[in-house]
């Protein structure tokens, strides 16, 4: 997939835990591991919205975009 996620990247920024940052969002920690690995189909905007709260970023901070290799 093209869309990579840095939630880790923040998380370590911000030196907060999987268990403080899902606690935070609202989301059970498994559902914060499927987002964080890169494995999620999609995100709700409300979770991503609550995900920029709790690490104090833009959403771009979180998503990037690079092409697949194949493109």
């Known amino acids: 997939m093209a869309i990579i996620i840095n939630i880790d990247v923040m998380m370590a920024k911000r030196k907060m835990s999987a268990g403080e940052l899902a606690e935070r969002v ?3 920690p498994a559902n ?3 987002l964080k690995n890169n494995k999620a189909r999609a995100v ?6 609550a995900l920029c709260r709790a690490l104090d970023c833009q959403p771009g901070d979180l998503m990037e975009y690079r092409p697949d290799e194949r493109d």
């Open 32 to 34: 914060l591991s499927i």
């Open 26 to 28: 609202g989301i059970t």
């Open 44 to 49: 709700r905007f409300t979770t991503l919205e």
